[in-house]
């Protein structure tokens, strides 16, 4: 089938390689980052060989699934450009780590043109497994997109609900904890380093949180933000509108994005190693 990506990123580029070794060759792309030849989604297109779009609607056009995976803030905006392009029955598969209500709003924009919209929540990084990482589906195609998603490679994906919002909702509520861990690590070992207590502060949380090492998943949780901060911050800018829909302030969340927000400048100390040689390349740059 014809399959049309919108957002030829991180994400994007692993959907297309993956796709391809599952037989899938007809691929289009649209990023609004193809407005700068030097940008990653550009020259993920000419490693892909893809032509890159001038447009969602151009990229769309004749697709029979339509893939969306930009980031979270953009999901809305991307689906209501593809929806100007698309072809009657076309599944649009939204993996976008956004709140309930814009999983809703897009959903809106792409069955008003006849699409048939699935919400996908990715409860993984993308690596190691690619394409075939755990996947929810949700909303009232989701079932039936099910059977289409494994001769496509998404080995991954199972069911949620046919009520759109519960599969976001699920991998939201679970990023205010994951994505809050790593916030609460950062702070707390800024503050241990300072003293000169670290490891028995990482000692002691075995007392409550098992873990075999937790020197080793400290500095592996506290290494994501480093490296994905920026994006990081944005998917919890949604955990927070996911726990705002549901009438309660997202104290919580909205300071989680901050803190990630935050670690992203210090990018090269996720190199460092150690916890401590994170902690004190973090230092540094502060001073």
Known sequence: MRIALI??????RVLAEDLRTAGEDDLAA???AFADPDSRASRNAAALDIAPASSAAEAVQGAALVISAVTAAND???????????????????????????????????????????????????????????MLLGGPHARAFAGVAGALGFSGAAFCSEELGKASATKLCRSVMIKGV??????????????GVEEPVLRSLSNLLPSDDW??????????????????A????????TVEETGIAPLMAAATAE??????????????????AMIDAIRAQLR
């Open 7 to 12: 957002g030829l990123g991180e994400v994007g």
């Open 259 to 276: 803190r990630q927000a935050w670690a992203a400048q210090f990018g090269e100390a996720r190199d460092a190693g150690s916890v401590a």
């Open 76 to 134: 809305l905006a991307a689906a209501g450009a593809a929806a100007t392009g698309l072809a009657a029955n076309a599944w649009f598969l939204d993996l976008n780590s956004a709140s309930p209500g814009q999983k809703q709003a897009s959903a809106k924009a792409v069955e008003a043109a006849g699409g048939r919209y699935v919400e996908a929540s990715v409860m993984s990084p993308i690596e190691p497994k690619r394409i075939a990482a755990p």
């Open 234 to 241: 944005e998917e919890m800018r949604e955990a927070a509108r």
């Open 30 to 32: 649209w990023d609004t």
């Open 215 to 232: 020197e080793k998943l400290a500095t592996y949780m506290i290494s994501r933000s480093l490296e994905h901060g920026t994006r990081r």
């Open 182 to 195: 790593e916030a609460l690590l950062t702070e707390s070992m800024l503050a241990a380093r300072a003293w």
